[in-house]
């Protein structure tokens, strides 16, 4: 059995890498064709690039700084935003209340969020709030979801046995929420890494992501631009598993079982 | 004090389910609620145990009273294994060992720590019967705990249940007459 999943993950595996290795290569052939650096950069030259500015300090100081804000604007949406999906769950009024709040912040684009928060505060803490402002829908929609998705039955028995909030939490409010909340976080954390970025490109904070891509672009330096994509990409890939490893080691148990749940 | 219940009435959309039921529920004794399907049986319990609230009529005796409860289905926590199941419904003084000794009693000595989800009908059965045997209640109510069970074992789960339930409150709903007679128990019949 062991030996038959291990070459089904082998198999997927080769799959995946077959799956990169077709898009490098379309993108190298592209570059070819092309043949402007300046229009699209081949990715062996964006890779070499990318090795290079691994070699500086200031490229580390910089991700550190755009990391540091857009995971700060990422965790308030994840405790703000669970706290009112709980509060709106509870009660009636809150939901109400606050869900216009949702439906605004989901329609309006990034931009306008961007440019009218620059009016309020500074650029540098600018992707703070973005990050905040794009997460804190999808982490309340999701966990709401998932309380809404409680087991009626499980509830009466709690009220029968008069079991307490925290009894309640653990074993029957955590287990629903559970797979709503992973799903939002890995949603939740590459919205706000675009969303935080793009902040920084309008408004250049110094020393951030956005501000290396904002020049790379004024002096056309396109496999800057590209490498500083691809930084984006891995980051956010990094902290979205970093978050979903704790969420994992946390409720390990749980996970485990309600996997085999879902499964059966 | 006995538990009175004076004119219950309860219906649903255009159907009567209760029309005007009057008993008494005295301390101490177990009782068996018998009727046909449908009869409202479940919604009678469910009455007293507050899940759901009557149109009219008033219950007196039930005021913070404890219930511990069988429901129709077994409403366990499904990835937990037994002993935490019935564990969440205890009070902190009560002992694991405990636990572990009522399950072994009704021969789940080796389910102990799998996931009830891994358990058949008839063990998550017993795992719900102890639960409610275990809990610190002063009224117990069993929907049909024997419900998929073979006769050996339902035997077993009456003796069980007829040891640990002395002096308390006991309701059981059932469709079957030896069940009743088994526990001693006074047989309500709600009529359809």
Known sequence: ?264 | MDIRLHHINKQFDEKQVLKDVNMTIVEGDIYCIMGASGAGKTTLVNILMGIIKQDAGEITGMNKRKIAAVFQEDRLIEHWDAVKNILLVCNKSMDESKVKDALEEVGLKDHLKKPVMDLSGGMRRRVAVVRALMADSELIIMDEPFKGLDEALKQQMIQYVKKRTKGKTVILITHDKEEALGLNAKIISILS
């Open chain 1, 1 to 264: 059995m062991i030996r038959m999943k291990k070459i089904i993950n082998l198999k997927n595996n080769r799959f995946k890498i077959l799956a990169v290795c077709f898009w490098f290569l379309l993108w190298e052939v592209g570059s070819r064709v092309v043949d402007q650096e300046i229009l699209l950069a081949s990715p062996t030259e964006v890779l070499l690039t990318l090795l290079e500015l691994c070699r500086e300090i200031d490229f580390w100081v910089t991700i550190f700084f755009s990391s540091k804000r857009i995971v700060t604007g990422f965790l308030l949406a994840l405790c703000i935003g669970t706290f009112w999906a709980v509060l709106s769950y509870k009660s009636r009024l809150v939901y109400e209340l606050v869900t216009p709040f949702i439906k605004v912040v989901k329609a309006t684009p990034v931009a306008s969020f961007i440019i009218l928060a620059l009016i309020w505060i500074s650029s540098k803490n600018l992707s703070v709030l973005i990050s905040f402002f794009m997460v804190v829908p999808v982490i309340f929609s999701n966990v709401l979801q998932g309380l809404n998705a409680t087991d009626e039955k499980l509830l009466q028995m709690a009220k029968v046995y008069r079991l307490n909030n925290l009894k309640k939490i653990k074993a029957i409010y955590i287990p629903s929420i559970l797979p709503y909340l992973i799903s939002a976080v890995s949603v939740g954390m590459g919205l706000g890494f675009k969303a935080g970025i793009a902040a920084e490109v309008i408004g250049i904070p110094a020393n951030s992501i956005g501000q290396r891509m904002y020049e790379a672009k004024l002096y056309l330096m396109t496999k800057e631009l590209f490498a500083w994509s691809l930084v984006i990409i891995l980051i956010s890939i990094l902290f979205e598993k970093a978050i979903l490893i704790i969420i994992h080691t946390l409720y390990k148990e749980h996970i485990q079982k309600l996997r085999e749940l879902n499964r059966k």
